[in-house]
C-alpha cells in the first residue's frame, strides 16, 4: 500500500514563494506518476500538475510559468516549486500517485496524501 506525505504548506504573502514536497514510502516511486491537485473553499478538486514515470511534467494553465514540479526516484519525493504566488492559489495541496493515472483526472489516481494548506493573502 502506497503512502503519501506532504509537507511545505503555509501562509505566504502574494508574489511570494513556497515549495511543497510529497515522499511516497509502501512501494516504488519508479513506477508511479504523481500528480498534484487543489481545491479551494467551496471549490471542487482541480488538477495543479504531473510528473510522469519518465520525467515529463504537465501544467494547469492556471500555474503554467509559475509553478514547477520535479522529482527525485533516489529520495521517493516530487516537488512542487510554486513561485509569483497569488490569493487565487490559496487552496488546499493535495499530492496523489497511481502506475498509470489520465494526467489531469482525479478519479484515475489511487493513492492520495492527506493535503497541506497553502494560504496567500497579505
Known amino acids: 500500500q502506497v503512502q503519501l506525505l506532504e509537507s511545505g504548506g503555509g501562509l505566504v504573502q502574494p508574489g511570494g514563494s513556497l515549495r511543497l514536497s510529497c515522499t511516497a514510502s509502501?512501494?516504488?516511486?519508479?513506477?508511479?506518476?504523481m500528480g498534484w491537485f487543489r481545491q479551494a473553499p467551496g471549490k471542487e478538486r482541480q488538477f495543479v500538475a504531473h510528473?510522469?514515470?519518465?520525467?515529463?511534467?504537465y501544467y494547469d494553465d492556471s500555474v503554467k510559468g509559475r509553478f514547477t514540479i520535479s522529482g527525485d526516484n533516489a529520495k521517493n519525493t516530487v516537488w512542487l516549486q510554486m513561485n509569483s504566488l497569488k490569493p487565487e492559489d490559496t487552496a488546499v495541496y493535495y499530492c496523489?500517485?497511481?502506475?498509470?493515472?489520465?494526467?489531469?483526472?482525479?478519479?484515475?489516481?489511487?493513492?492520495w496524501g492527506q493535503g497541506t494548506q497553502v494560504t496567500v493573502s497579505s
Open positions: 496523489a500517485a497511481d502506475s498509470a493515472p489520465m494526467v489531469r483526472v482525479e478519479d484515475s489516481y489511487s493513492y
Open positions: 510528473f510522469s514515470r519518465t520525467g515529463s511534467t
Open positions: 509502501g512501494g516504488t516511486f519508479r513506477s508511479l506518476a
